[in-house]
Nanobody, 128 residues
Framework: QVQLVESGGGSVQAGGSLNLSCFAS????????ILWFRQAPEKEREGLAS????????HYSDSAKGRFTISLDDGRNAVNLQIDSVRPEDSGTYYC?????????????????????WGLGTQVTVSS
């Protein structure tokens, strides 16, 4: 089991930027991908972006296209999620997950899956 820890959350004013990090306890199998989700109060957890460990191919959900950038940080064994021009509706808890896949299509499924391994989340609050 891979342990994941999110960091980088906090309070930020609208229009600013955030860089969230998902640190892994060990190197992740190249057949896996890392995904970022967020969950606002009283809303469902929604997938935002993912990256394939082996080929570094990125995927973005409709909710994340444009202002979100996912990337690997090999030196820190981490996956980052940069959020530009943050808006109040970006507020919520952000989670990363590791998912084993047999094809890249599995990295672009934006609902939580039973086999996903989750971090505990980091809170983001955007003020207007």
């Amino acid at each position: 089991q891979v342990q994941l820890v999110e960091s980088g959350g906090g309070s930020v004013q609208a229009g600013g930027s955030l860089n969230l990090s998902c640190f892994a306890s060990q190197y992740i199998y190249s057949g896996n991908c890392i995904l970022w989700f967020r969950q606002a109060p009283e809303k469902e957890r929604e997938g935002l972006a993912s990256i394939e460990i082996g080929g570094r191919t990125t995927h973005y959900s409709d909710s994340a296209k444009g202002r979100f950038t996912i990337s690997l940080d090999d030196g820190r064994n981490a996956v980052n999620l940069q959020i530009d021009s943050v808006r109040p509706e970006d507020s919520g808890t952000y989670y990363c997950a590791s998912r084993g896949v047999t094809s890249s299509r599995g990295c672009a499924l934006w609902r939580p899956l039973g086999r996903d391994e989750w971090g505990l989340g980091t809170q983001v609050t955007v003020s207007s």
